[in-house]
């Protein structure tokens, strides 16, 4: 059962326009999400994260939107750059005491067009 | 600050063979948590060591093992190597248990022949 899901296994963008990549969870117990970016050989990279009481966080170019009753959240770039291709994954835990973990999505990837 | 290394980078074993990877976190992170990734997957959780203890399990078969050293640095082994146990190994660390931000390594990339 996948709990967290990317619908779309690839996207490609022009540069200089937005990106927008989407994720669907089915937890209601997933409190906290993350977005990672992984190019090839090396390990995934963290973006940008946002708590379940929140609906909006923004880092620079990065903006993560949270729809806690869609239960989806979705991550915009603007504007896309080159060095944005890459593969990005969506992650999500729900919280508890003790040791917790990210579930992740299938991941989508990315192409920034000149 | 070095960051998490694992080793080795790359290994082809066969059906059958057991195989031991290691993974060192970055220095001060007592966490260390380890993901399979495979094509159309993503990636999925195995375990998380803590203080040389097992926090959390994902669902794999017990065929996947683990564990961690005093000093935080952590193994996990595979036995009886199938080939579906192809994919890419990565090792996160993260300050305390259960902590969210994670930094990966580049993993290891096992083949299973």
């Known amino acids: 059962d996948q709990q967290v899901k990317q619908n779309s296994p690839s996207l490609s963008v022009q540069e200089g326009r937005i990106s927008i990549l989407n994720c669907d969870y089915t937890n209601s117990m997933f409190d906290y999400f993350l977005w990672y970016k992984k190019y090839p050989a090396e390990g995934p990279t963290f973006l940008i994260s946002?708590?379940?009481?929140?609906d909006k966080n923004e880092d620079g170019r990065f903006t993560v939107f949270l729809n806690k009753s869609a239960k989806h959240l979705s991550l915009h770039i603007v504007p896309s750059q080159p060095g944005d291709s890459a593969v990005y994954f969506c992650?999500?835990?729900?919280?508890?005491?003790?040791?917790?973990?990210?579930?992740f999505g299938q991941g989508t990837r990315l192409t920034i067009n000149p | 600050k070095a960051g998490v290394t694992q080793t080795p980078r790359y290994l082809i074993k066969t059906r059958g063979q057991q195989v031991t990877l290691s993974c060192s976190p970055i220095?001060?992170?007592?966490?260390v948590s380890w993901y399979q990734q495979t094509p159309g997957q993503g990636l999925q959780f195995l375990f998380e060591y803590f203080s040389e203890t097992q926090r959390n399990k994902g669902n794999f078969p017990g065929r996947f093992s683990g564990r961690q050293f005093s000093n935080s640095r952590s193994e996990m082994n595979v036995s009886t190597l199938e080939l579906g146990d192809s994919a890419l190994y990565l090792c996160?660390?993260?300050?305390?248990?259960?902590?969210?931000?994670?930094?990966f390594g580049a993993g290891s990339r096992l083949t299973v022949l």
């Open positions: 996160a660390s993260g300050l305390a248990s259960g902590a969210n931000v994670l930094t």
């Open positions: 220095s001060g992170h007592r966490s």
């Open positions: 992650a999500a835990s729900a919280g508890t005491q003790g040791a917790q973990k990210l579930v």
């Open positions: 946002i708590s379940s009481i929140k």
